[in-house]
């Protein structure tokens, strides 16, 4: 299986690489945190709205992936795509 990288918003990412997720900020340049596939426990993924309760246009999605830490990203409609296919292949595991 190959990796997944998701690219989020303000140069932020999550990697995937099969044995480990890891978040980078600064274009990938400064590793935050990584974490074992096995400590993962859930994800949360809530569509962010205007201040009247409206979605954003273009839309974007706050993340929540919970393992040994807990890493947060913002994303677009393909991001949120990629976390569902990551949090698919951590179930698997």
């Not at 690489?17 to 274009?27: L, N, P, Q, R, S």
């Not at 945190?33 to 993924?45: F, G, L, Q």
């Not at 962010?48 to 040994?68: H, I, N």
């Not at 795509?81 to 949090?87: D, G, I, Q, R």
């Amino acid at each position: 299986m190959t990796g997944i990288e998701i690219q989020g918003a303000n140069g932020e990412s999550i990697v995937y690489d099969g044995a480990t997720v890891a978040k980078f900020k600064h274009a990938g340049k400064q590793e935050t945190a990584r974490n074992p596939v096995s400590t993962y426990r859930e994800v949360r993924i809530k569509e962010k709205t205007s201040l009247f309760g409206k979605p954003r246009s273009p839309r974007e999605y706050d993340v929540l992936l919970a393992m040994s830490s807990i890493m947060s990203l913002t994303v677009d409609d393909a991001g949120r795509v990629a976390v569902e296919e990551l949090v698919a292949r951590l179930e698997r595991r």
